[in-house]
């Protein structure tokens, strides 16, 4: 199975601030990585697809890029609403699987 | 506008079986890929299982052999057949639309279920 590494697993940063979110792979993944954004008792909503595709309706601060074995999610401009958990997911094979997890909290 | 929602969770003791149920509106279950994703408490996400439009299945080594995805085109319906139940599968259960490659783009409320005696 394909294990993917999040790092941070938790992060405190300010509005506005930058931020960069790390996915490691175990095995190369080609491109095939998504992220979601889960708030407290909601379901995760994705953001972007095929390692650097985002998704329609998510405001254009999140990008995300690599492939291989190393991905990462950045918000350039951290706003009140992005304060959530943000997970990794491959899609390349299966079983697939997800990321542990980066906590985005409120510095 | 495409919806998915869960129902069938609930408390049920080590050993049993349920079935949850994600009704499907907005598409056409029988022509998408369609998953089953759990997240134990205060834990990640836990994919489970996919169906294909072609019938195919996948499933993750924690749940082969006891759990089983299915659909009902005519109710346009994914379930989740779950037996021989542990304390470890208490979980939300989603159902999410998506795969071969993509993101699941769509996914429901979640529905809890508590496996305890």
């Known amino acids: 199975d394909i294990q993917l590494t999040q790092s941070p697993s938790f992060l405190s940063a300010s509005v506005g601030d930058r931020v960069t979110i790390t996915c490691r792979a175990s095995q190369g993944i080609r491109s095939y990585l998504a992220w979601y954004q889960q708030k407290p008792g909601k379901a995760p909503k994705l953001l972007i697809h095929?390692?650097?595709t985002l998704q329609s309706g998510v405001p254009s601060r999140f990008s995300g890029s690599g492939s291989g074995t190393e991905f990462t999610l950045t918000i350039s401009s951290l706003q009140p609403e992005d304060f959530a958990t943000y997970h990794c997911q491959q899609l390349n094979s299966y079983p697939l699987t997800f990321g542990g997890g980066t906590k985005v909290e409120i510095k | 506008e495409v919806q998915l929602v869960e129902s069938g969770g609930g408390l049920i003791q080590p050993g049993g079986s349920l079935r949850l149920s994600c009704a499907a509106s907005?598409?056409?279950?029988?022509?998408?890929?369609l998953n089953w994703v759990r997240q134990a408490p205060g834990k990640g996400l836990e994919w489970l299982s996919i169906l294909y439009s072609d019938e195919n299945t996948y499933y993750a080594d924690s749940v082969k052999g006891r759990f089983t995805i299915s659909r009902d085109n005519s109710k346009n319906t994914l379930y989740l057949q779950m037996n021989s139940l542990k304390v470890e599968d208490t979980a939300v259960y989603y159902c999410?639309?998506?795969?071969?490659?993509?993101?699941?783009?769509?996914w429901g409320q979640g529905t809890p279920v508590t496996v305890s005696s």
């Open positions: 095929v390692a650097s």
């Open positions: 999410a639309r998506g795969g071969s490659g993509s993101g699941f783009d769509n």
């Open positions: 907005g598409f056409t279950v029988s022509s998408d890929f």
